[in-house]
């Protein structure tokens, strides 16, 4: 079978002659109907890829066999036709990249070996801030900022844009870059070029970014990696995966009038995180697809990561199609794909309604309501008809307060759950915008259209753009203390937001144009005006932002704000307009009119009628080609910057790109693994600790670690900038790991953020300055935790920092996919308990010292040894290394040091 010309046909569109792996070319031998959209693009990788040695004989026939009731060990070698990048993680991967070059050729060998081998594309779009916002210049006012903030940072792009092949920059101020990707980087099937030959197959990638699945929308396979393991693939090494298990989710119905695709989203989210999906890929199928436009289907790929599959992925059909004429495609490009789908078996859901999956669930799309999701969980779906009596349940919470009869006397009450509070807190009066008020608690303060997820989405845009207009006939005015934002995935959203005459409206709102980037929705919010926040920290209020992001975990939207929620770009407008989160917005009123009468949410929401009239009549393909004709050409400010001319960077002096110590002393050949020896545990966590809660994200805090290695290197406290903008400095990144305000250390207990105690002597310090206690005594370090180990985005830091700072090994009760994937690529060994077992079970309270004996490949499970006081004892842990390919990562010391050495 390693032939792999027995399977090649050929396709002829247009008199055209392309050679493709044929899926048929199985046929007679395997039943291919069985096979799910994922499967099939799985299939013809390793078809395509047979004649490499990561792919063997049996991996084929595995994977065309597609057995569901005997769930497979059998690990899979899938090889990504492009990778994509976002800024924040693209900077570090390319430091990493340079750094490899200097190393290299430490080791004897050549620089240029050191090159993407597959189209590598990265858009900045992680670094903007709203600074500016509520005026007509915000977006110049907070361009002009980025680029001054990040000069030395985009110095480096422009310089790895000219060092390296098949690498090309999409410059600040263009879009989100899985919107971005969506628009205009997706092929959905690559053309190659080879010896007289077309090659036409699949595109399919890998991203440093968790919402990369938003390309599986457009029926492009695609999914999250970190850095690290992304790149890897850019220089040639294949994703090494499980075969995986399908989850097919079948759709039926149709959306009810008032309700949007945010609202659909997070009714998916909320029930397939119930279901389980981690680790596993979701495939869409059933009628209610022709219901949904493309744009509704990239916002439910979105968001993978909320519900913790590894992809969410729709079927490649005439909606595609239509996306792709929309987007101003080729229309030679568009026949090639439709006519490759078909022969492929890969068209449309017919094809779906023979395969089998390993589990199967549906929703009636009749049954979607209005909802938000929140306080600080994607996958807490809450009814808009219960958000105003759930939040006072949460603020109830917050209070903790146990009333008795002599309190009821003083003006307390009593909630319908028992629960007891008392009447919300209020600021003194306050100024601002000239005007003067009380800020109380539930206070909405941040009201945020942002975000890939929702942004891709005319529909909803144009509903948010016509409930401003009717706000604003009626004389509602947004509450002085919100701090609104408008910033598009898209320079497409203005475009036909201007020619629907919709801008204004949202401007009147204070809903200007901030900056084509994810802001909000990465922690990015900026600064709350002074007032606003010297009023919530005087009187401890418990305030909220609203946003149409994916993400609203504690501590990432501003460390003022403990209440995040998601919802659609109306209901952001809405939420806006009432300033609370008390209100009911749906028997309440959210203002008062001109006219003195009362104003409700139903009237000035747009019927779906008024919204699909405006989409078809401002949404056009000119305005898609015209935005995108100049994709990779930046503006004056970015074709000024300075940037060496040489295969190997220079390092200057800066605090934002320096040289990682990742390669230092390495040798040609790499050591024995070793048994680690009398650990000590650094931090000791519960459930569902975040990447956010481990690597740094946000402003950095002024009384931090690492605001104090940048003040001692003349760096003022206003140049700060952010964490994900100095992610090219480790020095930064090490002493903002584990820092989060809201993380919760079991170590020092009574604490937020970046805290624990020094062992054995119990002295409460920060994280960096005891885990640099613990470098200088050469005593390893562990963290514990317990479920959902890093869930969240695909943040390479909270593996490299926790690196740094000394920790060998991992012990939680499970983990999220992609951060148990970065643990391994930075050589720190992932334990798990055993099921039923946890800290908690075994008496762990982080005190004690761990050893943990040398591991092997193939070997699944290890003693952990544990000298506790007298006492000695140990217990049995998994060890999650799950792949041969994996084992040869952790035994080099880490992925990027297995592919340097294999290069040399």
Sequence with gaps: MKNKT?????????????????????????????????????????????????????????????????????????????????????????????????????????????????????????????????????????????????????????????????????????????????????????????????????????GTDSHTTMINGLGVLGWG????????????????????????????????????????????TETLRKLGV????????????????????????????????????????????????????????????????????????????????????????????????GPKRPQDRIPLTDASKQFKQWLSEQEKLIISTDDK??????????????????????????????????????????????????????????????????GLK????????FAPGSQVVTEYMDEAKLTPDLEAMGFNLVGYGCTTCIGNSGPLPEPISEAIRNAKLNVSAVLSGNRNFEGRIHSDVKANYLASPPLVVAYALAGNMNIDLLQEPLGTSDAGKPVYLKDIWPTNDEIQTLVTATVNSDMFSKRYQHIFEGDQSWNALEVVDSAQYNWP???????????????????????ITAARCLLKLGDSVTTDHISPAGSIAPDGPAAAYLRKNGVEDKDFNSFGSRRGNHEVMMRGTFANVRLKNHLAPGTEGGWTRFQPTGEQMTVFDAAMKYQENNTPCMVIAGKEYGTGSSRDWAAKGPLLLGVKVVLAESYERIHRSNLIGMGILPLQFKDGESAMSLNLDGTEEYSVEAIHQEQQDVQVKVVKGEETFSFTAKIRIDTPNEYNYFSHGGILQYVLRSLN
């Excluded at 309604?353 to 009636?364: P, S, V």
């Excluded at 919300?424 to 008020?437: A, H, I, N, Q, V």
């Excluded at 002085?480 to 934002?485: G, I, Q």
């Design 6 to 206: 027995n399977y090649q046909q050929t396709l002829t569109v247009d008199g055209q002659d392309y050679s493709y792996y044929s899926l048929a070319s199985l046929a007679d031998e395997y039943q291919l109907s069985r096979l799910p959209f994922a499967a099939k693009i799985l299939l013809e990788n390793l078809l395509r890829h047979s004649e490499q040695n990561f792919v063997q004989d049996d991996d084929i026939s595995v994977l065309a066999q597609w057995d569901v009731e005997n769930k497979t060990s059998q690990e899979i070698a899938f090889v990504p036709a492009r990778v994509v990048l976002q800024d924040f993680t693209g900077v570090p991967a390319v430091v990493d990249l340079a750094a490899m070059r200097d190393a290299i050729v430490d080791l004897g060998g050549k620089s240029e070996k050191i090159n993407p081998l597959k189209p590598v594309e990265l858009v900045i779009d992680h670094s903007v801030m709203v600074d500016f916002f509520a005026q007509k210049d915000a977006f110049s006012k907070n361009t002009a900022k980025e680029v001054e903030r990040n000069k030395e940072r985009y110095q480096f792009l422009r310089w790895g844009q000219k060092a390296f092949d098949n690498f090309k920059v999409v410059p600040p101020g263009k879009g989100i870059v899985h919107q971005v990707n969506l628009e205009y980087l997706a092929r959905v099937v690559f053309e190659e070029n080879n010896s007289n030959e077309s090659l036409l197959y699949p595109d399919t990638l890998v």
């Design 225 to 268: 990696v970190g850095g690290i393991e992304a790149e890897a693939a850019m220089l040639g090494q294949p994703v090494t995966m499980l075969i995986p298990e399908v989850v097919g989710m079948e759709l039926t119905g149709e959306l009810p009038a008032g309700t949007t695709a945010t609202d659909l989203v997070l009714t998916i």
């Design 278 to 373: 981690v680790g596993k890929f979701v495939e869409f199928f059933g009628d209610g697809l022709k219901h949904l436009s493309l744009a509704d289907r990239a916002t439910i790929a979105n968001m993978a990561p909320e519900y913790g599959a590894t992809c969410g992925l729709f079927p490649v059909d005439e909606q595609t199609i239509r996306y792709l004429e929309l987007t101003g495609r080729d229309p030679k490009s568009i026949r090639v794909i439709k006519a490759y789908a078909q022969a492929q078996g890969m068209w449309g859901t017919d094809t779906q309604k023979a395969a089998q999956y390993h589990d199967t669930l549906k929703i009636n799309l009749n049954d979607v309501v209005s909802s938000i999701a």
């Design 409 to 474: 006397a003083k003006g307390r009450f009593e909630s319908e759950g028992g629960q007891t509070t008392e009447p919300p807190k209020k600021s003194p009066l306050c100024e601002y915008k000239d005007t003067k008020f009380n800020l109380e608690d539930g206070a909405v303060v941040i009201a945020a259209i942002t975000s890939c997820t929702n942004t891709s989405n005319p529909s909803v845009l144009i509903a948010a753009g016509l409930l401003a207009r009717k706000a604003k006939a009626l």
């Design 478 to 485: 947004v509450k002085p203390w919100v701090k609104t934002s």
């Design 653 to 675: 002096e800066s605090y934002y790109v320096k040289k990682p110590t990742f390669f230092d002393d390495m040798q040609a050949e790499p050591e024995p693994v070793k048994a």
